[in-house]
């Protein structure tokens, strides 16, 4: 999925101290790269940023992938859309 600047695959381990030192630097709570794969979704959703461009910019070959696994929809969100469903029906 990877690789280094000259094309090459980079070695897990190299990848993984690559992650955990961005994220230190960062200054965030250590996660996996799935659960950053995650969160990207999530704030692609909240972002109201269209499903198929999600599904690409995660690179999903399926739509259901994209919804079901990797979006999460805050409760924020929720609650927006809730009330212009409410205001809409007043």
């Known amino acids: 999925m990877f690789t280094t600047k000259y094309g090459t695959p980079i ?5 993984d101290r690559s992650w ?3 994220i230190a ?4 709570p250590r996660i996996t790269v799935h659960d950053g794969r ?3 979704g999530s ?3 909240d972002l109201d940023v ?3 461009v999600a599904m690409a910019i995660l690179r999903h070959a399926q739509f259901a992938i994209t919804m079901e696994i990797y979006t999460e929809v805050s409760d924020a969100a929720t609650r927006t ?3 212009k469903l409410g205001d809409s029906l007043t």
């Open 38 to 40: 995650r969160t990207c």
């Open 20 to 22: 955990h030192a961005r």
């Open 50 to 52: 269209h499903p198929r």
């Open 11 to 15: 070695e897990p381990r190299n990848f």
């Open 25 to 28: 630097r960062a200054g965030v």
């Open 43 to 45: 704030l692609l959703a």
């Open 81 to 83: 859309d809730l009330k």
